[in-house]
């Protein structure tokens, strides 16, 4: 069963405004990361934060862990027309290798 | 230049048969993985190699085989292609003996469609 529940399953905000996404999961994890991925595309890596920490930057992105609610959050700030795409969240556990499990999903639009 | 390729691109075929899929990196990771994209855009994880040995099996139908000829390559046999096996296929890789061991390189996917 997949991992990760995402919320809200679609997002349309107008350009400059920020996004969020949410994700929640069910089991224990060494990481959570996001993944962008365009339409027709393959997924591309975003962030990652690691389980014993709590927030992390990079860019115009800005992930939360809260391990205690077992959720994550995905801000976005100052959207841009490019930012349109899915993000999924993605939960990992190194067992031997690292084990990705996606949840749905958020289909981000942008509106100009 | 391409980091994980896979080949083909786009797969049109008839029920029941066989056909394969390849996927190479350039990255110099020791581990591959197989992911499946379904209608609804859920990606789930079938099977991952590291230094050609098989680590994670997931439920996957017995159709299914994946090769790894060597730590560059992971090919994926699918026999008896049934209606439900149309997805998009993605390859992965990363290195678990290096370096940051949590991050996947995707492939740009392979659309299977089984008529």
């Known amino acids: 069963s997949q991992q990760g529940e995402e919320d809200p399953q679609a997002l349309s905000i107008q350009e400059g405004e920020n996004a969020t996404m949410n994700c929640s999961y069910k089991?224990?994890?060494?990481?959570l990361q996001w993944y962008r991925q365009n339409s027709g595309r393959g997924l591309v890596h975003l962030i990652l934060?690691?389980?014993?920490?709590r927030e992390k930057h990079s860019g115009r992105l800005r992930v939360t862990l809260d391990t205690s609610k077992k959720s994550s959050s995905l801000l976005i700030t100052a959207s841009r027309a490019a930012d349109t795409a899915s993000y999924f969240c993605?939960?990992?556990?190194?067992?031997?290798?690292?084990?990705?499990?996606f949840g749905q999903g958020t289909r981000l639009t942008i509106n100009p | 230049d391409t980091a994980v390729s896979q080949t083909p691109k786009y797969l049109v075929t008839q029920m029941g048969n066989d056909k394969s899929i390849k996927c190479e990196q350039n990255?110099?990771?020791?581990?591959m993985y197989w992911y499946k994209q379904d209608s609804k855009k859920f990606l789930k994880i079938m099977f991952s190699?590291?230094?050609?040995?098989?680590?994670i099996n997931e439920t996957v139908p017995n159709r299914f085989s994946p090769k790894s000829p060597d730590k560059a390559h992971l090919n994926l046999h699918i026999n008896s292609l049934e209606l439900g096996d149309s997805a998009v296929y993605f390859c992965?890789?990363?290195?678990?003996?290096?370096?940051?061991?949590?991050?996947?390189?995707f492939g740009p996917g392979t659309r299977l469609l089984v008529l």
């Open positions: 992965a890789s990363s290195s678990m003996s290096s370096g940051n061991k949590e991050t996947q390189y």
């Open positions: 934060i690691r389980s014993n920490e």
């Open positions: 190699y590291n230094n050609k040995e098989l680590i």
């Open positions: 990255l110099g990771h020791d581990t």
């Open positions: 089991t224990s994890i060494n990481n």
């Open positions: 993605a939960t990992g556990l190194i067992q031997g290798a690292q084990k990705l499990v």
